[in-house]
């Protein structure tokens, strides 16, 4: 039931709709790191586009969600234990590299695709140390 709540909470703050599929969420991350990849190491370039600005909002949201727990549980809400060292950029290329291996689930709902990408990688277990 947790994990329900916490999906439908990432698509509400996501502000996705069921237009927004994979295939959108693949370009805007990929136009979001090409306008990014001329920053300095460290630093992050803010999106000059609606589309890289989508995909901005979609990480951030991402990020800050990976850390909430459930009052009283020590699991997090998104199942995920994504160190929180993990930088922004470093979400949208796990995402993109996701899609692209999967480019048969590009019309699938975006943010769950997002979720799904990050969970592959940084799956939660008894023993995560973020």
């Known amino acids: 039931m947790r994990y329900i709540a916490a999906t439908t909470l990432l698509f509400a703050l996501t502000q ?3 237009a927004t599929d994979g295939s959108f969420l693949l370009n805007s991350c990929n136009e979001m790191l090409r306008e990014s990849s001329g920053a300095e190491v460290g630093q992050f370039q803010a999106p000059n586009t609606l589309p890289s600005g989508f995909c901005y909002g979609a990480m951030a949201t991402l ?3 990976s850390s909430i727990q459930w009052s009283g549980d020590s699991q997090p809400m998104l199942s995920l ?3 929180s060292a993990v930088r922004m950029t470093q979400y949208a290329r796990i995402v993109v590299n996701y899609l692209q291996a999967h480019p048969e689930k590009l ?3 975006g943010s769950y695709l997002a979720w ?3 969970r592959e990688v940084y799956p939660y277990s008894s023993s995560c140390k973020r």
């Open 63 to 65: 990020q800050q969600l």
């Open 116 to 118: 799904a990408a990050l």
């Open 107 to 109: 019309h699938e709902e």
């Open 16 to 18: 996705v709709s069921h």
């Open 81 to 83: 234990c994504v160190p």
